[in-house]
């Protein structure tokens, strides 16, 4: 099992929730979040304060899936959250080391 974890622009959030849908994804969480990278977003726009630490606006998705499912849902959410420009986000891939449901009981690849 794995999680991948997808920090994109808010602006593209329904572009890849629809995309992941097309291809069958069991369930996502979704959170609004602030940061900052190495770059600043050409997205949104800079105070003149160059060594002031500012956060832009992001989003979060988490998604826990099997391995064999890892790749097709990376390229879903590569290919529908670029713009070209900096600030399109990063895409983290970890490996969930049990998962269990609260309701069931079921555990691993039947939790998730």
């Known amino acids: 099992m794995k999680e991948i974890k997808a920090y994109i622009?808010?602006?593209m959030?329904?572009?890849v929730t629809?995309?992941?849908h097309a291809i069958h994804i069991r369930g996502m969480s979704v959170n609004e979040i602030k940061g900052f990278g190495?770059?600043?977003d050409e997205g949104y726009a800079h105070d003149a304060k160059a060594d002031c630490v500012e956060f832009t606006p992001k989003v979060?998705?988490?998604i826990a899936c099997e391995d064999d499912e890892v790749d097709e849902?990376?390229?879903t959410i590569k290919e529908h959250a670029h713009t070209g420009r900096r600030g399109d986000g990063k895409i983290f891939v970890t490996k969930i080391e049990t998962a269990m449901s609260i309701r069931t009981g079921s555990q691993?690849?039947?939790a998730i």
Do not use: H, R, S, T
Request: net charge positive.
């Open 9 to 11: 622009q808010p602006f």
């Open 13 to 15: 959030l329904q572009k």
């Open 60 to 62: 979060k998705l988490e």
């Open 18 to 20: 629809d995309a992941l």
């Open 38 to 40: 190495k770059e600043k």
């Open 108 to 110: 691993g690849n039947e």
């Open 73 to 75: 849902i990376v390229k």
